[in-house]
């Protein structure tokens, strides 16, 4: 089997699996007890925030634990609107993760959409024509939701930038970085953001562990009511093996993002020869994109049939985002970049991770193109 969807999930790096085998040997582990289990799992839960601290350059106290991105996504989401009292709106960007925008959708503050530009990056003139005559008595504080990387194009935002835009506005910005963790430097500083959600699963660490940053100062409430764990911000027993398991992914994404970089140079020759001998659309491509994505469309062929197709070949690939319906859908993210309703029924996402090789990438073409051969192609010979 090819494994191609690692922006979905990604399987378990071996350092996160002893980490949490490590923990689960510790016996009993509630990190808010006094006792001397209690504090030495409260250790891991510290060793944890200083890995992920040094990861996006914060300090280690700034990190509030979670139970995924999403559960970070809305802590800061609802935790801004608690906050501001609801007198805020949000800017949400027209490609963020549902995580996000159903998050704003049901906050009970107003929402606005910050389009993008049809090579898949946010439109700096729009959102600063949208912030230059912002009547603050009205609308309240604005707050920018932008992911660092959209997780089906692959695409990298211009995060720092529209950071700045809206600090100038008076406002706040909140940035997912789930897919950008361990695939491209992270640095909350130079982003300039104030709040930003991680998830271990996207990059070799559990299902359920995640991680939302913090800037300090910034408004931020709770959301979830009880012990008081996270200074506060999220109560509820912290995972303990599945955050050391994050912890220990964290140290392995860092110390591999040279070798990750490295798949961009197989994801090229790749889609150079789609489109050489299939004629696909890349989708994207003008743009940066993290090296071990690509979003291709040949229009007539269903994306659902091309799923299909490749997991009967061995191959795992997605097209858009999962989503718990396991259903395949038009991709919103393709319809906000201008891609026709043909384009858009039509492109699979295929991404590659960690323990990928260069032979996935052949093994990822020729399965492709063997089902392209046997639909589409062979009708338009």
């Not at 979905?8 to 980490?19: I, N, Y």
């Not at 939701?145 to 692959?154: D, F, V």
């Not at 991709?331 to 996935?360: H, K, Q």
Request: proline share 3%; aromatic share 4%.
């Amino acid at each position: 089997m090819i494994y191609a969807d690692h922006n979905a999930t990604s399987p378990l790096r071996p350092e996160a699996r002893q980490a949490m085998l490590d923990v689960w040997g510790m016996g009993a582990t509630n990190p808010s007890s006094v006792h001397t289990a209690g504090r030495a799992a409260r250790g891991v839960l510290e060793r944890v925030r200083l890995a992920i601290g040094g990861a996006i350059g914060s300090r280690a106290e700034d990190i509030i634990l979670t139970g995924g991105g999403t559960e970070a996504d809305n802590l800061a989401i609802h935790g801004v609107a608690v906050a501001l009292d609801g007198h805020c709106t949000f800017l949400v960007s027209a490609i963020e993760h549902e995580a996000v925008t159903k998050a704003a959708a049901h906050s009970g503050v107003q929402v606005r959409t910050a389009y993008v530009r049809p090579d898949g990056t946010l439109d700096l003139n729009q959102l600063q024509d949208q912030l230059s005559d912002w009547d603050h008595a009205k609308l309240g504080t604005p707050v920018l939701c932008l992911m660092l990387a959209n997780n089906e194009t692959g695409v990298v935002q211009p995060v720092a930038e529209a950071a700045r835009i809206v600090r100038e506005a008076g406002g706040l910005a909140i940035c997912d970085a789930v897919q950008g963790l361990g695939k491209i430097p992270v640095n909350v500083g130079l982003l300039g953001v104030d709040y930003l959600s991680l998830s271990a699963h996207k990059i070799g660490g559990p299902q359920g562990a995640g991680a939302l940053w913090h800037r300090a100062g910034a408004p931020l409430k709770a959301v979830t009511h009880g012990g008081g764990q996270e200074r506060g911000l999220r109560s509820g027993t912290e995972n303990v093996a599945a955050q050391a398991g994050f912890g220990a992914a964290v140290e392995a994404a860092v110390r591999d993002l040279p070798k990750y970089a490295m798949l961009a140079a197989y994801r090229n020759d790749m889609e150079a020869r789609l489109e050489r001998e299939a004629g696909v659309t890349i989708m994207g491509k003008a743009a940066e994109r993290l090296a071990g994505t690509s979003n291709f469309a040949k229009p007539g062929f269903a994306a659902e049939t091309q799923v299909m197709a490749m997991d009967l070949a061995g191959v795992c690939i997605s097209a858009g985002s999962a989503c718990s319906s396991g259903k395949v859908k038009r991709s919103l993210v393709l319809l906000a970049m201008g891609a026709s309703d043909a384009l858009a029924e039509s492109a699979i996402r295929t991404s590659f991770g960690w323990n990928s090789t260069p032979e996935d990438f052949t093994g990822v073409a020729d399965a492709w193109l063997d089902a392209a051969r046997r639909t589409v192609l062979k009708e338009t010979a």
